[in-house]
């Protein structure tokens, strides 16, 4: 009996863990206190071997960032500090570091170094330091948190086509990892391969966060376009990222998804 006890239980764990992503989120963070700790062990030994490379690619983007985005320029090396938290504008922005990272189920997850401790919250927009769209927090730790990634079949965000007025749905389609779809674009809307496809006006996203360019797009039987778009991020190398949100962003989800009575 004690045996059959423990199978059925086993089951009904299992059962309920991948039931929907945010039961999944909230098992990922109660694990976190055991598991971070050897996340974090191979996150550093991937960051050695990635060193050289990532920090020519920071400097070039503290460039970058220093002349044309102003909501970035108090991202400084790790080597300054570890413990990055400013408020800029409408923005609080802090780093964070990517100790795990799932990629070919249809429900993925990115596993952070940064918590409640650290000032996290959940639904902040998580980017790359270049300003690309990752995904945004589900579960908050005390010294850990999980993001529901792009690459999430759950995964909804709004977004255009940059210069365009049309607004459309982001989603994943589960198949592969380097595209996301645009749905439902208006079928008079102009578009072009090799347009940049970005953010709109969100609770979590900041607005014109790049998702990623055209790669094609098809007229389907409603009326609306469809477009296939290449992801700016490079997911299966994230190493770093940037945690942001809204001030104000707690009165902002709290007004969009009230219904008076």
């Known amino acids: 009996m004690f045996v059959i006890f423990i199978v059925l239980m086993v089951m009904a764990i299992n059962y309920y863990a991948n039931s929907t992503s945010y039961t999944q989120a909230q098992m990922l963070a109660m694990t976190n206190s ?3 700790g050897v996340y974090k062990q191979f996150a550093r030994i991937g960051e050695y071997f990635q060193l050289r490379s990532d920090n020519d690619m ?24 570890h413990e990055l938290a400013a408020g800029i504008g409408d923005y609080v922005i802090m780093q964070a570091s990517v100790i795990n990272n799932t990629l070919m189920r249809q429900q993925n997850f990115i596993t952070l170094d940064r918590g409640r401790r ?21 579960e908050v730790g005390e010294r850990n948190s999980v993001a529901i990634s792009v690459l999430n079949t759950e995964f909804r965000t709004s977004g255009r086509i940059k210069g365009r007025d049309y607004l459309g749905s ?16 208006h ?18 996203f900041p607005k014109d966060v790049v998702i990623g ?13 469809n ?10 190398a994230l190493r770093k990222v940037l945690l942001v949100r809204y001030h104000d962003m707690a009165e902002r989800l709290w007004l969009e998804e009230y219904r008076p009575n």
């Open 58 to 81: 920071l400097a070039a983007e503290l460039a970058r960032l220093h002349n044309e985005l102003t909501v970035y320029r108090a991202m400084m090396p790790d080597s300054l500090t």
């Open 213 to 225: 360019v055209v790669e094609d797009y098809q007229l389907t039987q409603a009326g609306y376009h």
């Open 187 to 204: 079928r008079y809307a102009e578009i072009a391969i090799g347009d940049t496809v970005v953010t709109d006006y969100s609770s979590r």
């Open 227 to 236: 477009v296939r778009v290449r992801l700016a991020a490079r997911f299966s």
């Open 118 to 138: 650290d000032g996290v919250e959940r639904e902040m927009a998580v980017i790359t330091p270049e300003g690309y769209i990752v995904g945004y927090v589900m």
């Open 34 to 36: 055991v598991a971070g």
């Open 170 to 185: 982001v989603l994943w389609t589960g198949r592969n990892p380097e595209y996301v779809t645009l749905t439902e674009i």
